[in-house]
């Protein structure tokens, strides 16, 4: 999930999504929409596909997008608890929970503060991960390296 937070960080991406709320878009509707050059469009574009919350389908030479809210929805069900003040003793797991997050991205003030906290709660992961994975790495090096010490002193 930390990796759909990273796409939802950036602004422009919420844009393009916020813009396929009303429907489909060819990549000129959206370059149009957003005043945005078409490399950029089409390389925001390709992240959100990646992380799916977008389809694409050809039409003649044109590539159509849709939104796709299936990974809306999971992201939604972990942060609603968040957004509604309730605390973690009070709130079981609801897959159910309803649509707050993705009204949050449709353009309110809520988006862009939920934005800026999932992009810090995935940066600190990243962060949390290297530091765990330097330890390891150091660790692997002085086994390693003491191994053939090990060896010599058996002979």
Not at 63 to 66: D, E, G, K, P, Q
Not at 91 to 95: H, T
């Given at each position: 999930m930390a990796d759909i937070f990273d796409v939802l960080a950036d602004g422009t991406r919420r844009d393009i999504l916020r813009r396929?709320?009303?429907g489909e878009a060819a990549v000129s509707d959206l370059v149009d929409a957003l005043g945005l050059t078409q490399p950029t469009v089409s390389k925001h574009l390709a992240r959100l596909l990646d992380?799916?919350?977008v389809t694409v389908r050809e039409d003649g030479r044109n590539?159509?997008?849709?939104l796709r809210t299936g990974?809306?929805?999971t992201v939604d069900a972990w942060l609603s608890p968040f957004l509604s003040g309730a605390s973690s003793s009070a709130?079981?797991?609801?897959?159910d929970a309803g649509p707050t997050i993705f009204a949050a991205w449709a353009g309110t003030e809520a988006g862009d503060r939920v934005g800026r906290v999932a992009a810090d709660a995935a940066h600190n992961a990243r962060v949390a991960l290297d530091a765990a994975q330097e330890k390891l790495q150091g660790a692997q090096k002085r086994v390693t390296e003491k191994l053939p010490r090990w060896g010599r002193d058996e002979a």
């Open positions: 396929l709320l009303d992380a799916g919350l590539r159509i997008y849709a990974p809306l929805e709130v079981e797991r609801d897959d």
